[in-house]
């Protein structure tokens, strides 16, 4: 059998041959290989008399009476009565399969719950350390400032205004009140 008639064979043109619908090269191709092979023209047989059989079966006319609303009746069965459609392992492997999909689906979630929930406690640590940070040398820069501001008042009203001497003879006199008072307060606790 040569290589085009082996493509006879695998192609399937019996329902196209039967029913004509083949060119005419195609067709003596066809014709040619049915000469030579006994399992198509077994098929070609096998298919003629099914359509003999069902244009047989087609053109009688006896008709089967059914009730007016049949075909409500087998729509409203066919919705609600699915027994029978499946079986007691199907049912069983179908849970199996769902409760499997179920479990990899939680498993999914968690694993991107768990990821996220990380990432909002880097992100939340991250922002109070920053924050932290950032009060820390607000804090430092505003006594840092608080000291500059102090040495140049206090340089420009002492130092450069000569109001040096009579600074320093107050703080002396203050030294000598101070004490006196402490001395006093030391007498009247030894005498109580």
Known sequence: MNRDQQKICERNLFAAYVDGELDTDLTLLFEDHLEGCAECRAELRAHRLLVCELDAAMSESAEIPVPDNFSRMVAARAASDMRGVRTRSEHRKALTI???????????????????????????????????????????????????VVRVLSRKMIIESDLLGPLVGLLALAILILSRLISNYHRTRATE
């Open 98 to 148: 769902c409760a499997v999909l179920a479990f990899v689906g939680f498993v999914l979630l968690g694993a991107a719950a768990r990821r996220s929930l990380f990432m909002f406690a880097e992100s939340f640590v991250a922002t109070v350390f920053g924050l932290v940070s950032f009060v820390a040398g607000s804090a430092y820069d505003a006594v840092a400032g608080f000291t500059v």
